[in-house]
């Protein structure tokens, strides 16, 4: 940072210190990941400079014989590592990605079945707040009441109520295995398109620890900062028919030039994620989160669904009598930085987040196990349990402190 430094002190400054709020506290944020250094340099590499339109060998600009390489070598190793027909490294995000997917076959208004936010699904899946909703007129399917798992049965029911002409599958807050088969038989049966959002899980699948979307579905789309590990933007991954419609749909549809130095964070990443410390990590992520929920649960929190198959928590607080919001000040106050969530519970309650949503990726890369997630459930329940006594509040935020002295936050992974 020595150019940052004497050009804008004060901008390095913020710099320094969110380095150092990162390795002073826990980032239990599901979205979340340490990235390994290399993909910190690529990302701030001369790739920055490069303007591009178009795609390999078909540009609007000129010189772009090393740009023409960097996506040529994303495709490639995003084709092999996720066993894809067609790649597109563009999006600038996981909602430009499904934004391209739903422009690339849908016309405007056409119907789409996808899963409620408050049950687990995501803005881009046609909320009322999401451009996507202005688009396109959406459905949402839900969890069971009870099982607080997907409801296949509702959803094969209203997709042959509303005929839609898309079924989205995927979630941003849902720590269960998706059926990918079964909701793409319910979407043949209504001649509808699939699309797989698989944002949160990529790192999981690329290390071949859950069922991939990828063979069921005609789209699946993806960002590379959660569970991936990698840098920012989206992906999308279509079989080999969809794959001029979708390369389209991206440029000159819905985005104009792409960031390179994104590209060639995300043909990184895609390399990395074929070693075996990437899988590790994996492996890590998906043990921690089961201790994590577990305990919970032994502490008498509600877990939404009773456990995870990935790297998410669930909590519901409403029985504790918290707020999320609140949940989410205190845990930040003792350096537990996570986000409040809404539940299926809060449907219909405008406005009341009645959840948090915890994930074991970051604290994973640092090298963390069983033991600090013990201690990091511990410190929770403390905090929750005593949010106004200062002794207790005090005494926890040492010792976050502690764990993070034992535990920096370079990667893993390289
Ligand atoms: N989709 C948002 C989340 O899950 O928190 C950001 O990636």
């Not at 390994?36 to 920055?48: A, Q």
């Not at 839900?142 to 099982?147: L, N, Y």
């Not at 979307?213 to 992906?235: A, H, N």
């Amino acid at each position: 940072m020595l150019y940052l430094a004497k050009d804008d002190p004060a901008l390095a400054e913020l710099v320094k210190n969110e380095e150092n709020r990162l390795e002073t506290t826990l980032n239990l944020i599901a979205a979340e990941n340490h990235s390994p250094h290399s993909v910190l340099e690529v990302m701030g590499s001369v790739f920055n400079t490069k303007t591009i339109e178009g795609y390999p060998g078909n540009r609007f600009h000129a010189g772009c014989i090393n740009a023409d390489q960097v996506e040529n070598l994303a495709i490639e190793r995003g084709r092999s590592l996720f066993k894809a027909e067609h790649v597109n490294v563009q999006p600038h995000s996981g909602t430009s990605a499904n934004l391209a997917v739903y422009f690339s076959v849908l016309k405007t208004g056409d119907r789409i079945l996808s899963m409620s936010l408050p049950h687990g699904g995501h803005l881009s899946h046609g909320h009322s707040a999401s451009i996507t909703s202005k688009c396109f007129d959406f459905s949402h399917y839900k969890v069971d009441p009870e099982t607080e798992r997907i409801d296949y049965d509702q959803v094969r029911q209203m997709a042959h109520c509303l005929k839609p002409r898309m079924i989205v599958a995927g979630a941003s807050s849902y720590p269960r295995l998706i059926d990918y088969e079964k909701i793409s038989i319910i979407a043949r049966e209504v001649s509808a398109f699939f699309l797989s959002d698989m944002a949160h899980l990529a790192g999981l699948v690329a290390a071949n620890l859950i069922p991939s979307p990828v063979l069921y579905s005609d789209f699946v789309t993806f960002t590379c900062y959660k569970t991936m590990m990698g840098g920012r933007g989206g992906v999308i991954l279509c079989k080999k028919r969809f794959g001029k419609k979708i390369d389209s749909a991206i440029f000159p549809g819905c985005q104009g030039t792409s960031a390179v130095n994104l590209i060639a964070a995300k043909a990184l990443i895609f390399k990395l994620a074929m070693e075996d410390k990437f899988v590790q990590a994996q492996k890590n992520t998906l043990e921690n989160a089961r201790v994590m929920a577990r305990l919970l649960m032994e502490k008498g929190y509600h877990v939404i669904s009773g456990g995870t198959d990935n790297h998410q928590v669930l909590i519901d607080l409403t029985d504790k009598g918290i707020s999320g919001r609140t949940a989410e000040s205190v845990l930040e106050s003792i350096g537990i930085i996570l986000n409040r969530n809404v539940v299926p519970k809060d449907e219909n309650a405008s406005g009341k987040v009645s959840g948090i949503r915890l994930g074991s990726s970051a604290v994973s890369a640092r090298g963390m196990g069983d033991d600090q997630m013990r201690e990091i459930v511990e410190l929770m329940d403390m905090a929750l349990m005593n949010l106004t006594n200062t002794v207790i509040i005090d005494q926890t935020k040492e010792r976050v402190l502690a764990l993070c002295r034992e535990f920096s936050i370079n990667s893993k992974v390289n």
